[in-house]
């Protein structure tokens, strides 16, 4: 047996199915293994960054981690941007980059050291990695293989997941070995404070609060914990938010469940969580995405609790105060709570948030009565009313992400994601592969915009070669549409580079090129074209026409704290929906506005 | 004036033209400085991978260098790749990428140093760029500016050249500055250390030398040392042979031009290189793809003396013995030795590396009889006779960057080029719109291959918008042909994710998507189309149909001396190549064959 065997036979053990890859000289040997092994599969893909993204997905979408495998130097580099998506987005995942020979490697050698480049297409990925990977190594003598890959495998899935890099020179690629006489890792043994007399306090404090809010994060997601997440939330009628991240832990159609929070949020859950009294904040980071732009006024009269399993998170000194820091794994936290025997319901207080919900809903009657364009807001709406409960929806970065994610209504089941963190253009297409591949080749939506997708375009053929049912909905805004929101409101309308100097393909004729079926939608009307196209057993390339200058909204404007969301309300309306005491208290902010 | 308008002032300054962007949220300010200055344009283009190699072959063919700007996160990694062809091959390139706002940074408070990511789409490019770059740095002051930019100039453009990068954080770009009162950047003396007393020894000894060789490197262009080199040439009647990078510095219809050398070079270059007992190297790192794999065995009786401006080059230590090292840039090396006045003529031994010139051509007689395919030596002949002196040729990699340089003829004033020492797939489309828009928009020969073009295929679109004459030609031949040749000589033909698991698009429909023209050649009679796609003011994509196991012929096999490449010659002509000395010194490694 060959290392490059045993790394195969390894990456079995831990149920990847498939590794995403392309080959090239310095990966060979690796690649070759896969011609001796029935129990895994490879994808060649088009382009290394579509390999990563669809690790990324394949991870968050299967039953455990992913993996990919490129050749050195461009190979590698073409990796990163992938790589960060899992890292910021604390998925698992292994990328595996063939490296030049041991002998010709700049650290083979002092006097290589500061040389650029000894072997060809060599590049030194592990400290390029090393900023995005929790742990990222090349690999020096093939007898440390076993202990490599499970200390990979430990730090990937261990803790706060994230992706590992291992770079395995050609020679060592195919060193015989011999699997009984290799060393194991061990993983450090698991420190768990945690207990009920730290528990019940959370509790009583909850009890005894008058406006409590749970907020959930990606972290349940990535620990695993929604079983877990779910017996917790019956003990519970009180209002309950998400982040994006979190946004498909929870049945949009449960009568607490209030929305999503944040600059992009909706009013509703922004109420709620910044007239609540009491938060619990379950796997979340609380960035300014979520909080606002300035931290300190994010939910300024609540007593917070927040589980994270990053104590780096917690102890961040951002204007934030947290009350309670708890720092564990999510998973472990709800497991322990859930034996305690609790109930805890605020009904005039959830009726209030649930009152803010009907008051101020996304989509405004006035959306529906567009003719020309589709109202992209009226588009997601009606998507979420016709998919089903295991679609998976994963939506790409901008404009259409975030109606995606002010609009979608998830049902339980169904999961919705994007590279939150990373966010880079060209995402959801590879990661709509990922998912598929994961998900025994079944349908994807894939929600694109017009610039996105041409990043990772390439990837088009994959999808057309593997025959997968992925719906790919190109909103055609005609430009970088955030960017010229962003312009409109700061910079006079000057489209430099979002409207002026950009352009298109013409994305009907791309369709038939890579053979995929394609479809526009040109207003409302049109949309009873789509269920057809959501039902086909094939791809399926759905242009749907927006405003050149299509709006997000609401939108909180920065400085502002994350109840006064533009376009601003009425103030007398606005200050209405806010407690007494967090008027007096910011008074300068909302005289402002 | 603001920051962002400081900065194109400069880049305005250092004759900048174009720059290659993709707009985003944390760079909207600088982007937004285009609108008031009419002096500088902005590329808009698909894919920040394909800016950065734009960028790199702007600045090889343009006056001066090149600079890209990107947003934070994933902006700023997808450069990477292209950052690595200009670290690697020497090319002046400044990377700007914005960057979140100072107070929402990781580095902006202790307590945030080890949380994977503060503001939104914040990822640590300084870190994760400084092995590929020169010089990396987040600006923390707007009053740096001035000294940061003279300095990343300075380094990009000074001794050994390369990219630099420059991360200007959101709050910084819009900062009014007083530049007036900007501190400025003071270049380290430079320290020249060569008189005559060090070059007549050269002189002398290649005068005495019974068969000297000059190989000229690309470092010579990098030292825009061609005019100082055409002078130097004048005074020399001896062989003269190039690397890959070094090879349009020289006419090849010159006589004593012999060919390219290495480990794909041509048989008669490798033998003038192995026979010679004097070697002057200019400008060439002398690695392992230009020496075989076993440096020791490279040119192993010749006194070498060796001109590289990176004494690191110098000292490395690679089996390579190396008599004198003149650790200097390679122009003033020219300028200097050029004052002195000498002529050396070796007509005997010139004549013998003439005749192996003559003895073993690329093209065999048998490569012209191929009827239902094209040969891609015979093709790149027939490029090579129709093309003009003024003409830039860019291949991408693997199988047809190979049959390029092996075959083309270069005609002196012509440029062919690759991103050689980081080889990505996807580097020629891109780069042939740098260099176009370097070249007034001038036409330019883009080779590139059927798994190459697909990485920055989103680029087409740039080409169409921009209405470049750039003349793609696809080299077909079904997928990873390199990756194919290695699979069968010593994979025992298993085509792992060459072969098998890879197709391709159609290339007729994607040219028809993009809206340009298409032509297929589907053998050599079908040549007779390319004269006018070639002519035409509009970009082509001319699709040339190849075996699907074309092989590079002739290359040498791991660990055989240069001199003994593959299919091995007959042991007697062999023998009768190579000086009776050399023979007997090696003759276990001649015997094995």
Redesign the interface.
Known sequence: MNLSDYVLNFLVKKRVKKVF?????AI??M??A??RNKKIK???V??E?GAAMMADAYSRIGPNFSCTMVTS??GA??L??GI?CS??DSIPSLHICGQVNTY?QQSS?K??F????????E??IV??????TKFSYKLKNENDIKYILEKCYYLATSGRP?PVLLDIPMDLQRKTINSNKLKSFTPPKKKIKLSNIELKPIINKMDRSKKPVIILGGGIKYAKAQNHLKQFLKKLKIPIVTTWSGVDLIDHSKKNYIGNIGVYGNRAANFTVQNSDFILSLGT?L???VTGGVPKNFARDAEKFVIDI?K??L????GLHIHHKINSDVKYFLKQINKINFRISKNEWTKRCIIWKRNYPIILDSYHKIKNFVNPYVFIDYLSNILKTKDIIIADDGGHLTWTLQTFRVKYGQRLFSAF??????YSLPASIGASIANNNNRVICIDGDGSI??N??E??TI??LKLPIKIFILNNDG?G??KQ??EL??EK?Y???GK??????FK??A????INYTFIKNHADFKKIVKKLNSKLPEIIEIKLKKNQKIIPKLQFGNPLEDMSPLLPRKEFLKNMDVKLINRDKKIFEAN
Do not use: C, W
């Open positions: 890859l392309i080959t090239g000289g060979s040997f690649v070759d896969f011609s490879y994808i060649s088009g382009h960054q130097g461009p580099t073409n990163l941007t960060g890292y910021f010709e050698n006097s290589t500061n040389v650029r480049q000894v072997g060809f297409q590049t030194d400290s390029i990695s090393k900023p995005i994230g980071r960035d300014t995405r990053d780096n998170e102890n961040k000194k951002r963190g990373n966010s880079p253009m060209g041409q990043i375009l390439q088009l053929h057309y070669k970088y955030i960017i962003f312009q700061y910079l000057r430099e580079a979002s100097g950009v352009s298109n393909p013409n004729k791309i038939n090129a890579f053979n």
